[in-house]
């Protein structure tokens, strides 16, 4: 699909997972479409960088569920810290083990994942909603009952895909992307180039066909989608950039021009990423 209809995908109210992992490989292209549908009162789940901290600085947001939010080279994110400071998010804070057992649960289409994740720490204190649950074997172990985290939509960006939904990852790292897919009623896959399946399927390992056709529901092809952050093999993170969005959230004034520049005009935004 054109990039141009993917404001008619999002709605007020929804769960969306966000691939990607802290300020890498993160669907910033579709982030930026998500800011221009207006979409509001969304519950981000995800491994966060600045897909959160952009929906926080647009007032998006009610809840992000999270295994940390940093930007990697700069530890936390600004305008994610400003609004969990304002008091105009809510946040569930999670071990990243308990994360995935939440989003592999969902993918299962089971009710929640038995792990040892987050016994004795403050993520069973913070969040009372998450039960333990006792082993029915003879080892009796208390053991945490983590709930299954669905989703109505998921995010992701990776370096190629086929018209079809197969996608591919060349990167060092296929991050969770696939539980994000797997969990997910519907999945929109950004890539920097649509393939073949012939083209696709040569060249490389199959273990890079991170994400088959049945886990994904539409396809866009989105050079430098990933853009400020890295999308390795292809474009490092610029850190210029990131410097120039983390600085805004010192000043209004400040955010609304990295808005306008970076975001509100889908044809500069994709002028600038194709130059990343």
Not at 71 to 79: C, G
Not at 106 to 112: I, Q, S, T, V
Not at 158 to 185: E, I, S, W
Request: glycine share 10%; charged share 20%; net charge negative.
């Amino acid at each position: 699909m054109d990039a141009a209809d993917l404001g008619g995908l999002f709605e007020d109210g929804m769960t969306i997972g966000i691939g990607g992992w802290g300020s890498r490989r993160k669907p910033m292209s579709l982030v930026a479409a998500l800011v221009r549908s207006g979409a509001s009162d969304l519950r981000i789940v995800t491994f966060g960088g600045p897909d959160v901290g952009t929906l926080c600085a647009t007032g998006q947001v009610r809840e992000v569920v999270h295994g940390f939010v940093t930007l990697d080279s700069i530890a936390v994110d600004p305008h994610f810290a400003a609004a969990r400071q304002a008091g105009s998010i809510t946040t569930m804070e999670l071990d990243e083990s308990m994360l995935l057992s939440g989003l592999r649960a969902a993918g299962r289409r089971l009710p929640f994942e038995v792990t040892r994740s987050g016994l004795g720490s403050d993520a069973l204190t913070v969040n009372p909603q998450i039960r333990t649950i006792t082993s029915p074997y003879e080892d009796g172990q208390t053991l945490v009952a983590m709930p299954a985290v669905p989703l109505d939509l998921a995010l992701i960006h990776l370096n190629r895909a086929d018209a079809l939904g197969n996608g591919q990852c060349l990167g060092p790292d296929p991050y969770v992307d696939d539980l994000f897919a797997r969990a997910a009623k519907r999945t929109i896959l950004s890539a920097e180039t649509v393939l073949s399946t012939r083209e696709l399927a040569a060249g490389a390992h199959p273990s890079t066909l991170l994400l088959n056709r049945t886990m994904v529901d539409h396809v866009i092809e989105a050079p430098g989608g990933a853009h400020f952050t890295a999308c390795l093999p292809d474009y490092p993170r610029n850190e210029e950039l990131q410097r120039e969005y983390a600085a805004a959230a010192t000043d209004p004034a400040l955010w609304e021009r990295y808005r306008a520049t970076h975001l509100d005009d889908e044809r500069i935004w994709r002028k600038e990423a194709a130059n990343a």
